[in-house]
């Protein structure tokens, strides 16, 4: 069996001890965490590493494991060791396992059982406080910049901390001054930095985009562009390196950007098999299979190789004509699913980002343009 699965992530907390105000798992119209059980129960963690030791045993290729909520720390530390010692009990460290967190409740004795099952950490942290603080929240309304960084400093200073420190992971506010949330992140001292769009489709407009054609965020992407291109030491930026690699041609290393076929599968936090989560700012249910299924009475490798999980995989390959006939298509690959979604046409639409994907492409070629033109001229002087 080849590498059917890229990525598992694993709902460990349905809840969250925040209230993002752009988050897609509570405010942008899907509704299944409530029924969800607040915790993953014992024998869906047991039936999870059956699985999952399985699939190691049958795909050549190793697959990471994610630590997702809700918020995965609500966990507690007994659960999380538990957790992870059975996972770890059956996936060797040649399997990454990182969890996604934002910050808040990290402390030494949950850093410290990351530690003890090589497991890492990302913590999500949009920019400095003004930019943070106006979409992460607590449930009170009130910002959670302080409580992120001193979480974050906790991170730094645990002595495993060179390989628990996983980076971070920030929403653009396309009103935001990207060189200064460039800056922001040197000073920070992330090992890399991963940028994402807003949720949004062709139905409903990512928040700070006026129109299909409006570059909002294609020019926020090039002010960030710039400010790594004139740093001597540039921060790595997954989204940008990938990117630019694809033009230099190489491939990438997550979903979303280039032509690449990645499988990601979700379990949640009642075990059931759950498409992209992503999904769910679509449309009530978009992540979920036709036929529901828990991890407790699915054989796994059976699943991988059904019908079923074939077409969702299928889908992440762009179908519009525009897309296919797109100079940009082997960088962009059409962006995430979730950004193609139409009600009319369902997934069969360029991403809402097209404009701006087309902006940070055109930039990206003539920086890389120059570049060269200077390196041939430095040879021939
Ligand atoms: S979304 Fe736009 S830029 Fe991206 S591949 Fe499709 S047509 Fe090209």
Redesign the pocket.
């Known amino acids: 069996m080849g590498a059917v699965l890229d990525t598992v992530l694993i709902k460990v907390a349905s809840r969250c001890n925040i209230n993002c105000s752009y988050c897609y798992v509570y405010n942008m119209g899907d509704d299944n965490w409530a029924r969800q059980s607040k915790l993953m129960a014992p024998e869906t963690v047991a039936a999870i590493c059956t699985e999952l030791g399985a699939l190691a045993q049958h795909q050549l290729t190793p697959f990471s494991v994610v630590l997702h909520g809700g918020e995965p720390l609500l966990l507690g530390s007994r659960r999380l060791h538990e957790l992870l010692r059975q996972l770890r009990a059956v996936l060797p460290v040649t399997y990454p396992i990182s969890l996604q967190t934002n910050g808040i409740l990290l402390s030494e004795e949950l850093l410290d059982c990351c530690a003890a099952h090589h497991v890492s950490v990302a913590v999500s942290l949009d920019g400095p406080a003004a930019v943070h603080d106006r979409f992460r929240l607590t449930h009170g309304g009130g910002g959670t910049f302080a409580q992120v960084m001193a979480g974050i400093a906790r991170l730094k200073a645990h002595p495993a901390a060179d390989f628990l420190n996983a980076g971070l992971l920030a929403v653009i506010d396309p009103t935001s001054d990207p060189a200064e949330v460039y800056e922001f992140f040197k000073s920070v001292g992330a090992p890399s930095v991963d940028f994402l769009y807003r949720d949004g489709n062709h139905s409903k407009l990512p928040e700070g985009k006026t129109s299909l054609h409006s570059l909002e965020y294609g020019r926020w992407m090039v002010g960030l562009l710039t400010a790594y291109a004139a740093d001597p030491n540039p921060l790595p930026i997954r989204v940008l390196d990938d990117m630019l690699k694809v033009l230099l041609g190489g491939s990438v290393s997550k979903e979303g950007l280039g032509l690449t076929d990645f499988g990601i599968l979700i379990i949640d936090t009642d075990g059931t098999l759950m498409k992209n989560d992503t999904l769910k700012s679509t449309y009530n249910g978009a992540d979920q299979f036709a036929q529901p299924r828990t991890i407790r009475d699915t054989n796994l490798l059976a699943f991988l190789e059904s019908a079923e999980f074939t077409h969702y995989r299928a889908m992440q390959q762009?179908t519009?004509a525009?897309?296919l006939a797109?100079p940009?298509?082997n960088v962009?690959?059409?962006?995430m699913i979730l950004h193609r979604y139409h009600p009319d046409n369902g997934f069969d639409n360029?991403?809402v980002?097209?404009a701006d994907?087309?902006h940070l492409?055109a930039a990206m070629r003539r920086m890389l343009g120059a570049y060269s033109l200077d390196y041939a001229l430095s040879q021939s002087a």
Not at 332 to 335: E, Q
């Open positions: 762009p519009s525009k897309c797109c940009a298509l962009c690959g059409g962006g360029p991403s980002y097209c994907q087309l492409v």
